[in-house]
């Protein structure tokens, strides 16, 4: 029998090929361990650190106008639309003015009326009254002559005291007639009561009219300043009544963000910091904005701080009301020692770390961390630029001996 056909050669056979098999395992598996684990790192680099806030709001403008009848009337026109862009001193809303006009008219001709009463008084009652005060003068001089004679010649016994009585009679009439010349040719002086109250007749009609003219100019509602009309509560037919708003005006200008932060960023916050923005409408148009106003009270219900962002140069599709997303920046760190949050481990703890790949093995390493900002943080301390570090999720024990898998660059 053949010493290799026979049972006992199958078996030495057998043993031999698993010994065989088992040494190429142990050296497989050997040589596995020498090289380590295949885990994913990454680099310890600088660049530009950012920290934003990130937060909803809206466009409004820094005030908005109501617009609202003065009078009681009914519209006759309204030739403009919500959504339009309007000028200052467009037309917004016609009411009827028939009674308006009238009453202007009314008050013209009482100014008329008024300044032709003035005219007559200077041009004619006081010329008239300044010749009946000199006719006034001339007689009282004649009357005061001839009661001197009539004295004379009652004392010589030429006349008699009758007579005497007539004289000193026409002497006393006529200075009481230049008395009332006097006072007629006084009041229609610029300082005399006729010229005053012929005046003041005039600046009553005078002030009427501008009442008139007033009532007639608010028949016609006109835009006090350019802007967008966003909101129109009004029809042609309408009656409208004084202080209802029938139109609200978003004038032109200073574009402002409004949005309401979480109370934790207020520390945090500072008037001048850059943001970006964009409407929700138009995602992919983005438009710097800069902080102009922080609330100094806190929501009690909500526990956010309302802030506003001034637009410097809004585009043109931005629309008060609409809602827009807003990156604020709150810190920034150029040029700073930065990681993947990926590779600390307790990064919110006392104590972080991470696991740097170190002459082929994973050695824990103690980190302080600053900034973080979209999944990154700075460095304080524990490492320098060139490191590398272990990431993934392989489980790596501190001294482990790996071999790093190619990643792409943060």
């Known amino acids: 029998m053949n010493p290799e056909t026979s049972p006992t050669g199958s078996r030495r056979k057998l043993l031999l090929a698993v010994a065989a098999l088992a040494v190429l395992a142990a050296a497989a598996w050997g040589w596995r361990a020498w090289r380590g684990v295949e885990v994913a790192t990454q680099p310890v680099q600088r660049r530009d650190l950012v920290q934003t806030v990130v937060a909803s709001g809206r466009v409004q403008a820094p005030h908005r106008a109501d617009i609202a009848a003065q009078i009681t ?23 009827q003015a028939a009674e308006a006009r009238a009453l202007e008219k009314q008050a013209a001709l009482a100014v008329t009326q008024a300044q032709v009463r003035l005219r007559q008084l200077r041009e004619v009652q006081a010329p008239v009254a300044e010749q009946v005060l000199r006719q006034a003068r001339a007689t009282l001089d004649a009357a005061r002559a001839a009661a001197a004679r009539s004295e004379d010649l009652f004392r010589q016994g030429f006349i008699g005291s009758a007579a005497l009585d007539e004289a000193r009679k026409a002497l006393e009439v006529a200075a009481a007639a230049r008395e009332s010349a006097r006072k007629q040719w006084e009041s ?21 009219l501008d009442v008139a003219r007033a009532r007639l100019r608010y028949t016609r509602i006109t835009a006090p300043r350019a802007g967008t009309l966003i909101d129109r509560n009004v029809e042609v037919g309408d ?9 609200v005006l978003s004038p032109e200008g200073q574009t402002q963000l409004v949005v309401d932060l979480d109370e934790r960023h207020l520390r945090r916050l500072a008037l001048g910091q850059a943001a970006l923005a964009s409407a929700d409408a138009f995602p992919g148009q983005r438009f710097a904005a800069t902080l102009a106003y922080i609330n100094p009270g806190v929501n009690a219900q909500t526990g956010s701080v309302q802030v506003k962002l001034d637009v410097p140069q809004p585009p043109p599709n931005l629309a008060q009301d ?29 104590a972080p770390w991470v696991l740097k790949l170190q002459d082929g093995r994973a050695k824990q390493q103690a980190v302080r961390l600053g900034l973080k900002a979209g999944g990154v943080a700075e460095v304080l301390d524990g490492l320098q630029a060139g490191d590398t570090l272990v990431t993934g999720p392989e489980a790596v024990r501190d001294g482990q001996r790996v071999r790093a898998r190619a990643t792409p660059v943060r």
């Open 322 to 350: 609409m809602t827009v997303s807003v990156d604020i920046e709150i810190a920034r760190r150029p040029q700073a020692l930065v990681i993947g949050l990926d590779a600390v481990h307790e990064p919110d703890g006392p």
């Open 188 to 208: 229609g002086q610029p300082s005399g009561s006729d010229y005053a109250l012929a005046e003041a007749n005039l600046a009553q009609a005078e002030a009427g």
């Open 239 to 247: 009656v409208v009544q004084p202080g209802k708003t029938l139109m």
């Open 73 to 95: 009337g009914a519209v006759v026109a309204v030739p403009v639309r919500q959504g339009q862009a309007v000028t200052a001193g467009q037309l917004l809303i016609e009411l």
